[in-house]
């Protein structure tokens, strides 16, 4: 049902809309908790970039998207100390 809402709005919304990026937010988060990692990391990557591009750096839904995304990383591989967490 997520991939079928954001597969609507990334056709009738622009990259920057809200609405878009909330939802795929989610689906990156049910990918993560499907153990979907790699599908997550990329769809929370396209949010971020985007959000990085449109939005101050102190804006809440910014913050949230980049803070899931560390998270999501350091998950997926703990022991890395991957530049993008840090």
Same mark, same amino acid.
């Given at each position: 049902?997520?991939?079928?809402?954001?597969?609507?709005?990334?056709?009738?919304?622009?990259?920057?809309?809200?609405?878009?990026? @909330?939802? &795929?937010?989610?689906?990156?988060?049910?990918?993560?908790?499907?153990?979907?990692? #790699?599908?997550?990391?990329?769809?929370?990557?396209?949010?971020?970039?985007? #959000?990085?591009? @449109?939005?101050? &750096?102190?804006?809440?839904?910014?913050?949230?998207? &980049?803070?899931?995304?560390? #998270?999501?990383?350091? &998950?997926?591989?703990?022991?890395?100390? @991957?530049? #993008?967490?840090?």
């Amino acid at each position: 049902l997520l991939e079928h809402v954001v597969a609507v709005r990334e056709s009738i919304l622009v990259e920057e809309h809200p609405d878009r990026l @909330t939802s &795929q937010h989610a689906l990156a988060g049910a990918y993560q908790y499907n153990g979907q990692m #790699k599908e997550a990391v990329v769809l929370l990557e396209h949010v971020v970039a985007v #959000k990085e591009r @449109t939005l101050t &750096q102190e804006y809440p839904s910014r913050l949230d998207s &980049q803070h899931a995304l560390a #998270k999501l990383l350091l &998950q997926i591989s703990p022991k890395s100390n @991957t530049p #993008k967490c840090f």
